[in-house]
Protein backbone atom coordinates (compact mmCIF):
# COMPACT_ATOMS: atom_id res chain seq x y z
CA UNK A 1 0.00 0.00 0.00
CA UNK A 2 1.45 3.15 -1.03
CA UNK A 3 1.44 6.23 1.77
CA UNK A 4 1.89 9.53 0.19
CA UNK A 5 2.74 12.34 2.48
CA UNK A 6 3.52 15.77 1.51
CA UNK A 7 5.40 17.72 3.73
CA UNK A 8 5.65 21.92 3.27
CA UNK A 9 8.17 23.83 4.77
CA UNK A 10 9.92 27.01 4.97
CA UNK A 11 13.56 26.66 3.74
CA UNK A 12 15.16 27.87 6.66
CA UNK A 13 13.61 24.83 8.07
CA UNK A 14 15.22 22.38 6.16
CA UNK A 15 18.35 20.21 6.26
CA UNK A 16 21.10 20.67 3.70
CA UNK A 17 20.31 17.12 2.71
CA UNK A 18 16.80 18.25 1.78
CA UNK A 19 18.20 21.61 0.25
CA UNK A 20 20.15 19.30 -1.85
CA UNK A 21 17.37 16.50 -2.86
CA UNK A 22 15.00 19.36 -3.92
CA UNK A 23 17.47 21.40 -6.29
CA UNK A 24 18.46 17.76 -8.18
CA UNK A 25 14.92 16.97 -8.38
CA UNK A 26 14.49 20.95 -10.02
CA UNK A 27 17.18 20.34 -12.28
CA UNK A 28 15.90 17.01 -13.40
CA UNK A 29 13.06 18.90 -14.71
CA UNK A 30 15.73 20.63 -17.12
CA UNK A 31 13.15 23.87 -17.01
CA UNK A 32 15.88 26.06 -14.47
CA UNK A 33 19.31 27.88 -14.56
CA UNK A 34 21.87 25.47 -12.05
CA UNK A 35 24.16 28.84 -11.30
CA UNK A 36 21.79 30.12 -8.19
CA UNK A 37 19.29 27.64 -8.34
CA UNK A 38 19.96 26.68 -4.17
CA UNK A 39 20.42 30.67 -3.42
CA UNK A 40 17.21 30.75 -4.90
CA UNK A 41 15.33 27.92 -3.20
CA UNK A 42 16.62 28.94 0.05
CA UNK A 43 14.87 32.17 -0.56
CA UNK A 44 11.41 30.85 -1.49
CA UNK A 45 8.67 31.23 0.64
CA UNK A 46 7.99 27.74 1.21
CA UNK A 47 8.99 24.51 -0.59
CA UNK A 48 7.08 21.13 -0.81
CA UNK A 49 8.26 17.52 -0.75
CA UNK A 50 5.65 14.47 -1.64
CA UNK A 51 7.12 11.08 -0.22
CA UNK A 52 5.89 7.42 -0.53
CA UNK A 53 7.33 6.35 3.04
CA UNK A 54 10.78 7.60 3.10
CA UNK A 55 11.32 7.86 -1.04
CA UNK A 56 11.34 11.35 -2.33
CA UNK A 57 8.97 11.09 -5.38
CA UNK A 58 8.48 14.97 -6.12
CA UNK A 59 8.78 18.58 -5.30
CA UNK A 60 7.13 22.03 -5.52
CA UNK A 61 8.26 25.57 -4.52
CA UNK A 62 6.46 29.44 -4.19
CA UNK A 63 9.23 30.87 -5.00
CA UNK A 64 9.93 34.70 -5.31
CA UNK A 65 10.57 35.34 -9.04
CA UNK A 66 13.60 37.27 -9.73
CA UNK A 67 12.91 40.01 -11.54
CA UNK A 68 14.66 39.02 -14.81
CA UNK A 69 12.76 36.20 -15.21
CA UNK A 70 9.10 37.94 -13.95
CA UNK A 71 10.47 40.59 -17.21
CA UNK A 72 10.72 37.59 -19.02
CA UNK A 73 7.65 35.75 -19.07
CA UNK A 74 5.69 39.32 -19.39
CA UNK A 75 6.95 39.75 -22.26
CA UNK A 76 7.27 36.43 -23.90
CA UNK A 77 3.29 35.67 -22.34
CA UNK A 78 1.96 39.44 -23.42
CA UNK A 79 0.79 39.55 -19.92
CA UNK A 80 1.97 42.46 -17.41
CA UNK A 81 3.20 40.54 -14.21
CA UNK A 82 3.64 43.34 -11.82
CA UNK A 83 5.21 42.39 -8.41
CA UNK A 84 2.72 44.21 -6.63
CA UNK A 85 0.24 42.46 -8.34
CA UNK A 86 1.39 39.09 -8.10
CA UNK A 87 4.33 38.27 -5.70
CA UNK A 88 4.71 34.63 -6.14
CA UNK A 89 5.22 32.06 -8.96
CA UNK A 90 4.44 28.73 -8.20
CA UNK A 91 6.71 26.41 -9.58
CA UNK A 92 10.29 23.78 -9.90
CA UNK A 93 7.09 21.22 -9.79
CA UNK A 94 9.01 18.08 -10.48
CA UNK A 95 7.44 14.21 -10.00
CA UNK A 96 9.30 11.12 -10.95
CA UNK A 97 8.65 9.82 -14.47
CA UNK A 98 7.91 6.23 -12.68
CA UNK A 99 5.44 8.84 -10.40
CA UNK A 100 3.29 10.57 -13.02
CA UNK A 101 -0.48 9.86 -13.75
CA UNK A 102 -1.10 9.37 -10.43
CA UNK A 103 -2.87 12.52 -9.58
CA UNK A 104 -0.49 13.63 -7.33
CA UNK A 105 0.59 17.26 -8.51
CA UNK A 106 -2.53 18.68 -6.61
CA UNK A 107 -1.96 17.69 -2.86
CA UNK A 108 2.15 18.26 -3.91
CA UNK A 109 1.17 21.57 -4.73
CA UNK A 110 -1.99 22.71 -2.52
CA UNK A 111 0.14 23.83 0.83
CA UNK A 112 1.70 26.32 -1.73
CA UNK A 113 -1.14 27.74 -2.99
CA UNK A 114 -2.19 27.90 0.74
CA UNK A 115 0.27 29.32 1.61
CA UNK A 116 0.36 32.28 -1.03
CA UNK A 117 -2.86 32.83 0.59
CA UNK A 118 -5.00 36.29 -0.62
CA UNK A 119 -1.92 37.29 -2.48
CA UNK A 120 -1.58 36.89 -6.36
CA UNK A 121 0.32 33.81 -8.07
CA UNK A 122 1.44 32.82 -11.41
CA UNK A 123 2.67 29.35 -12.78
CA UNK A 124 3.80 28.55 -16.45
CA UNK A 125 3.26 24.97 -17.75
CA UNK A 126 3.85 22.63 -20.73
CA UNK A 127 1.43 22.98 -22.75
CA UNK A 128 0.93 19.66 -23.15
CA UNK A 129 1.16 18.79 -20.09
CA UNK A 130 -2.68 18.73 -19.34
CA UNK A 131 -2.14 17.12 -15.89
CA UNK A 132 -0.71 20.12 -14.58
CA UNK A 133 -2.97 22.35 -16.36
CA UNK A 134 -5.55 20.25 -14.32
CA UNK A 135 -4.08 20.87 -10.94
CA UNK A 136 -3.42 24.72 -11.37
CA UNK A 137 -7.15 25.52 -12.79
CA UNK A 138 -8.25 23.38 -8.93
CA UNK A 139 -5.81 25.83 -7.35
CA UNK A 140 -7.64 28.55 -8.69
CA UNK A 141 -5.76 29.35 -11.96
CA UNK A 142 -6.54 30.60 -14.72
CA UNK A 143 -4.80 30.47 -18.49
CA UNK A 144 -3.81 33.87 -19.32
CA UNK A 145 -1.78 35.41 -22.32
CA UNK A 146 -0.05 33.66 -25.26
CA UNK A 147 1.98 30.70 -25.16
CA UNK A 148 5.73 31.19 -25.76
CA UNK A 149 8.78 28.92 -26.84
CA UNK A 150 10.52 27.83 -23.50
CA UNK A 151 14.19 28.93 -23.34
CA UNK A 152 15.34 25.80 -21.77
CA UNK A 153 13.76 23.22 -24.61
CA UNK A 154 12.20 22.96 -28.15
CA UNK A 155 8.55 22.97 -26.38
CA UNK A 156 6.06 25.63 -25.92
CA UNK A 157 5.13 27.18 -22.45
CA UNK A 158 1.62 28.22 -20.86
CA UNK A 159 1.36 31.25 -18.27
CA UNK A 160 -1.44 30.80 -15.49
CA UNK A 161 -2.81 33.48 -13.12
CA UNK A 162 -4.49 33.06 -9.98
CA UNK A 163 -5.68 36.54 -9.29
CA UNK A 164 -5.05 38.65 -5.56
CA UNK A 165 -8.31 38.51 -3.90
CA UNK A 166 -9.61 41.61 -3.43
CA UNK A 167 -11.25 43.21 0.46
CA UNK A 168 -14.01 41.90 1.43
CA UNK A 169 -14.40 39.22 -1.77
CA UNK A 170 -11.59 36.91 -1.42
CA UNK A 171 -11.57 32.96 -2.11
CA UNK A 172 -10.73 32.62 2.06
CA UNK A 173 -13.32 35.44 3.10
CA UNK A 174 -15.52 34.36 5.17
CA UNK A 175 -18.23 36.04 7.32
CA UNK A 176 -17.95 40.65 7.50
CA UNK A 177 -14.77 42.22 8.26
CA UNK A 178 -13.29 42.40 11.63
CA UNK A 179 -13.70 45.38 13.33
CA UNK A 180 -11.69 47.50 15.89
Not at 126 to 146: C, P, S
Not at 154 to 170: C, I, N, V, W
Amino acid sequence: MNRHEVTPKAPKDCSDVEIGDFVSFVLAGGEVVAQVLEVRVRRAERISFLRDNSCLLGVAGLKHPSHNHRSEVSHWSGVALPEETYPFELGWVFILPSARGRKLSLPLCAPLAEAAGLRGTFATSKTDNRGMHTTLQKLGFVQAGTPYKSPHGDHRLQLFLREPAQSGKGRHHSGPPHTT
